[in-house]
């Protein structure tokens, strides 16, 4: 395996990941983290592309906003 192939894969494996954490937050974590979000599914997949790219973030914030929330 090449380093392009090694590359391709990696940046493919974090994408799947990503579309998994995005699918995941918006449909149930957004309306636990933000009540001003439930209802508004017009604008969620706007948000989509973000949550794909920055996912880690997305679940660290997400947990420790479910810590304070408990």
């Known amino acids: ?3 392009s192939e090694t590359i391709v894969a990696l940046v493919k494996i974090y994408a ?3 579309g998994a954490v ?3 937050f918006l449909l149930w974590g957004i ?3 933000d ?5 508004s599914y017009t604008f969620r997949p ?3 592309p973000g949550i794909m790219l920055l996912w ?3 679940l660290r914030r997400w947990q420790t906003l479910e810590k304070l929330k408990d």
């Open 1 to 3: 395996m090449s380093v």
């Open 16 to 18: 799947g990941l990503g």
């Open 22 to 24: 995005s699918a995941a």
């Open 31 to 33: 309306d636990r983290i």
């Open 35 to 39: 009540p001003a979000a439930r209802g």
């Open 46 to 48: 706007l948000l989509v």
């Open 56 to 58: 880690p973030l997305v």
